[in-house]
T-cell receptor, first 123, second 107 residues
Framework: QEQLVESGGGVVQPGRSLRLSCAASGFTFSSYAMHWVRQAPGKGVEWVAVISYDGSYKNYVDSVRGRFTVSRDTSKNALYLQMNSLRTEDTAVYYCARDQAGGSGYLSVFDIWGQGTMITVSS | DIQMTQSPASLSASVGDRVTITCRASQTISRYLNWYQQKPGRAPKVLVYVASTLQGGVPSRFSGSGSGADFTLTISSLQPEDFATYYC?????????FGQGTKLDIK
């Protein structure tokens, strides 16, 4: 079935880097835009980044722009989030999510989600 | 950025009740409004998209309405599995912001 599985979470000190991965299966990964969404402990949900189906378009929430980079490897059916200069306020569960639209379109409706991976930024 | 404001923040109701949650955008977003349900320790799940289209597999007791800046999610007859937190999300323009959530618990 259609599935997303995140990995790479953990505890990291402020200012350090971490890379998250998201493995996709059960659907044609190369046909969908993909998003990263996060949720701080006990808080609401925040959209973080999007990458187009072909990787040609990327966009970020202002709070991570210049520090985070989203990328994808179609040959591995994998999505990545490189997080640099981490801050305590980046502490959250990070989810990868599929854009429901497929192809070159965007609905920015998140129809398939991973189980999430926890990032704790603390000294 | 478009701000999304949900009300109420929390709601107590009983099985069988009709419940309505509202969401207001800080500017017009046409019908680009989606609703998600989240249970503890789980990822959100989309229920309704583009204001009123029910996601496949979602029970028909869920319905969405609205356009412009004001939207509602209605659960016609609450079932035990509906007790959860509900979020609205605008997909009109990036950043794709969520409301703060409405926690629905058992009275």
């Amino acid at each position: 079935q259609e599935q997303l599985v995140e990995s790479g979470g953990g505890v990291v000190q402020p200012g350090r880097s971490l890379r998250l991965s998201c493995a996709a299966s059960g659907f044609t990964f190369s046909s969908y835009a993909m998003h990263w969404v996060r949720q701080a402990p006990g808080k609401g949900v925040e959209w973080v980044a999007v990458i187009s189906y072909d990787g040609s378009y990327k966009n970020y929430v202002d709070s991570v722009r210049g520090r985070f980079t989203v990328s994808r490897d179609t040959s591995k059916n994998a999505l990545y989030l490189q997080m640099n200069s981490l801050r305590t306020e980046d502490t959250a569960v990070y989810y990868c999510a599929r854009d429901q639209a497929g192809g070159s379109g965007y609905l920015s409706v998140f129809d398939i989600w991973g189980q999430g991976t926890m990032i704790t930024v603390s000294s | 950025d478009i701000q999304m404001t949900q009300s109420p923040a929390s709601l107590s109701a009983s099985v069988g009740d009709r419940v309505t949650i509202t969401c207001r955008a800080s500017q017009t977003i046409s019908r680009y409004l989606n609703w998600y349900q989240q249970k503890p320790g789980r990822a959100p799940k989309v229920l309704v998209y583009v204001a009123s289209t029910l996601q496949g597999g979602v029970p028909s007791r869920f319905s969405g309405s609205g356009s412009g800046a004001d939207f509602t999610l209605t659960i016609s007859s609450l079932q035990p599995e509906d007790f959860a937190t509900y979020y609205c999300q605008q997909s009109y323009s990036a950043p794709y912001t969520f409301g703060q959530g409405t926690k629905l618990d058992i009275k």
